[in-house]
């Protein structure tokens, strides 16, 4: 063990104990609920928990529910949604309540336990000690945090690694597909949405410097301090 902790959610036992076994096969942690309720007694016993896989329609309280208060509390806890149902309406939904990741059913468990891996070793990974500074904007890497003419901004995991993303590489355009490639860090196969998305809750938490975020009609977008 020692790779991670997570906390798996699904009402379907069979779905979790293959998805379990995977994960567990890795070196893992896993934590099982099979419902809304019984996640959040989970995700209130244990601190440490480093990811949440999450299902969509469950009994008693359902995924959407369960990530509202799991955002309610923490902002910067990995989420992966995972779905039966793969409605644009749906996708985007997740995205604008803070999920990092967007599974529709039925998945390789395989790929599934890469997204894993990929998005636990860029947590543990982004702890480098350097600071990012841009128009106001101050971006401490090793503790996570984004501050704005010294206030604090709540940023959730994927809304911080884009921000450092667009920071590091300021003043160059940046197609949606170099975006996905790069933040992601995998072969993506939605579409642009995910990026328009991201964007502009990331627009509105920087407030005005929002506007440093500039989009290139067709492309994607550039981060230039004026």
Known sequence: MGKGKILLVDDESRMRKLVRDFLVREGYMVLEAGDGIEA?????ENKDIDLLI???????????QVCREIRSLSSKVP??????????????????LGVDEYISKPFSPKILVARVSA?????SGIAEG?????GGIQIDISAHTVTIDGRDIELSFKEF?????FVENQGIALSREKIL???????????????????????????NKGEYIKTIWGMGYKFEVD
């Open 161 to 165: 690694e884009l921000l450092v993303y």
């Open 40 to 44: 959040m007694e989970l995700f209130y």
């Open 181 to 207: 490639n790069s933040v992601w860090n995998y072969d993506y196969f939605g579409d642009a949405r995910t990026i328009d998305t991201h964007v502009k809750k990331l627009r509105s938490k920087l407030e």
């Open 79 to 96: 989420i992966i949604l995972l779905t039966a149902r793969s409605s644009e309406q749906d996708e985007l939904q997740g995205f604008e």
């Open 54 to 64: 999450l299902d969509i329609m469950m009994p008693k309280m359902d995924g959407w």
């Open 119 to 123: 998005i636990l070793r860029r947590t």
């Open 130 to 134: 350097n600071i990012l500074e841009a």
